[in-house]
């Protein structure tokens, strides 16, 4: 009998950790053409600025194309240096101030003219967990002039995470570095925004043995099931 739980237990272990490595390969490739869209659109904010009719309108005609062609972007910000929005696919968060915002604060305090950030997860108005990714933008000084901004979608994640989901008790989840979670497959409300980077988490546990793939079973911080 323990023999057979063993050969469960592994069989189930295999099936886990590739589809981790599906899950991880897919969003690898989404956040890969992300980056790539980020710095398309900072060069060209860069070469042209926003301040002519026409360069405005061809950025943010590409805003509205790259979300079109990504369902896993929410929105395209372009936001400048004082963390007004400049442009964006957007019209109904046109001129808002997000200077106080921690990815605005973060990326002005931290400037790199090339490293991609990434946001912890926050809600947004609407109620929404999600995450951003960001470039700065620089100007001929190659100073903080602003950034380019790309809001995750996250209900279409989502579906690729339950694409893959074998059992109906089955739970998937991304968890930020920080130890937030922003989402989970099928969705749980009570669990969004739930820091489990404690003492004897999962988390911890992974974070510590320091391997890119690692498995666990005991009782979950986050559902104690």
């Known amino acids: 009998m323990y023999v057979q739980y063993e050969d469960i237990l592994k069989k189930e272990e295999d099936r886990l950790n590739t589809q981790a ?5 897919n969003l690898t490739d989404q956040i890969t053409s992300i ?17 002519n009719s026409d360069s405005r309108r061809y950025i ?6 790259f979300t079109n062609i990504l369902p896993s972007l929410r929105t395209f910000m372009i936001l400048d240096k004082e963390g007004r929005v400049a442009a964006t696919n957007r019209a109904d968060v046109l001129g808002f101030d997000y200077s ?7 990326i002005k305090n931290n400037p790199s003219k ?4 990434v946001g912890k997860p926050y809600s947004t108005v609407l109620g929404v967990w999600t ?8 100007d001929e000084k190659g100073e903080f002039n602003g950034l380019v901004l790309a809001v995750i979608e996250p209900s279409q994640i ?6 893959v989901s074998y059992a109906l008790d089955m739970r998937s989840s991304i968890t930020h570095g920080d130890g937030t979670v922003f989402l989970t497959a099928p969705r749980k409300d009570d669990l969004l925004g ?9 988390l911890q546990k992974h974070k510590k043995d320091g391997k890119i793939s690692n498995s666990y079973k005991e009782i979950i911080f986050v559902s104690n099931k």
């Open 158 to 163: 989502m579906k690729t995470f339950e694409s």
């Open 60 to 65: 943010e005609e590409h805003l509205s194309t």
């Open 194 to 202: 739930q820091n489990i980077d404690t003492e004897g988490s999962f």
């Open 35 to 51: 980056n790539e869209l980020l710095k398309s659109i900072k060069q060209s904010v860069e070469q042209d600025g926003l301040e």
């Open 114 to 117: 090339s490293k991609l950030y």
């Open 21 to 25: 490595r599906v899950l991880n390969n």
């Open 100 to 106: 106080k915002r921690d990815y605005f604060l973060n």
């Open 131 to 138: 995450i951003n990714f960001a470039l700065m933008i620089c």
